[in-house]
């Protein structure tokens, strides 16, 4: 099976613009979940999609948003870009098949530079 | 103000060596942990899971152990190779309402020499 797939790899904006991330998981996945990654923070908890809803948050801004499709594929923006939201943004994907927890799988990342 | 970078722990081994990399988890609640493996410019790679019933797993080359009652976890790495040379990271679940959020540990560099 091919892996989570992410896109763009990288990416460079200004303050002010907005962002639009892609995230493909696995075949068959039905969870994504989003992270942040920063050498200040380290790996932060974003939000968690499963059949097109938001199912969990973490605590950040109303200015990180995100969807999910019904081919599971997600996307997240973040709008009004701030210096500090420059990161290596992961996104994860699990089966969600069951009720208790099942491991997240990560793809590559989206590295997001902010000027 | 600036923010301050996380300063991560390291260990330095020699090839052939076993490895032992610890983790102290907050969440007394969590029943799920993963340990992640992170290369420089990649994604974080699933090396081995446990779950809060049971208090050692083991997979190819590497062991988890779980002590719930001090909430510590650690990850033994046998007879370590260059290739495992990475940040290593423990995560932990509470399950239930926090489905899909994973709470990440700060991270352990690990260096392996040949």
């Known amino acids: 099976k091919a892996g989570v797939t992410q896109t763009p790899r990288y990416l460079i904006k200004t303050r002010g613009q907005q962002v639009t991330l892609s995230c493909s998981p696995i075949?068959?996945?039905?969870?994504v979940s989003w992270y942040q990654q920063t050498p200040g923070q380290g790996l932060q908890f974003l939000f968690e999609?499963?059949?097109?809803?938001?199912?969990n948050k973490g605590n950040f801004p109303g200015r990180f948003s995100g969807r999910q499709f019904s081919n599971s594929r997600s996307e997240m923006n973040v709008s009004t870009l701030e210096l500090g939201d420059s990161a290596l943004y992961l996104c994860?994907?699990?089966?969600?098949?069951?009720?208790?927890?099942?491991?997240?799988?990560f793809g590559p990342g989206t590295r997001l530079l902010v000027l | 103000g600036e923010s301050v970078g996380l300063h991560l722990p390291t260990l330095s081994v020699q090839e052939g060596d076993n490895s032992i990399i610890n983790c102290a988890y907050s969440n007394s609640a969590s029943d799920y942990f993963i340990w992640y493996k992170q290369e420089s410019g990649k994604g974080p790679q699933f090396i081995i899971d446990?779950?809060?019933?049971?208090d050692k797993r083991q997979g190819q080359r590497v062991t988890v152990l779980l002590n719930k009652t001090v909430k510590h976890l650690s990850l033994q790495i046998a007879a370590t190779q260059p290739g495992d040379s990475a940040v290593y990271f423990c995560a932990e679940n509470a399950g239930g309402t926090s489905y899909g959020k994973l709470t990440f540990g700060q991270g352990t560099i690990l260096t392996v020499h040949p």
């Open positions: 994860a994907s699990s089966p969600r098949s069951g009720g208790t927890q099942e491991t997240q799988y």
């Open positions: 075949s068959g996945h039905r969870s």
């Open positions: 999609y499963f059949s097109e809803t938001q199912r």
């Open positions: 446990i779950r809060s019933n049971m």
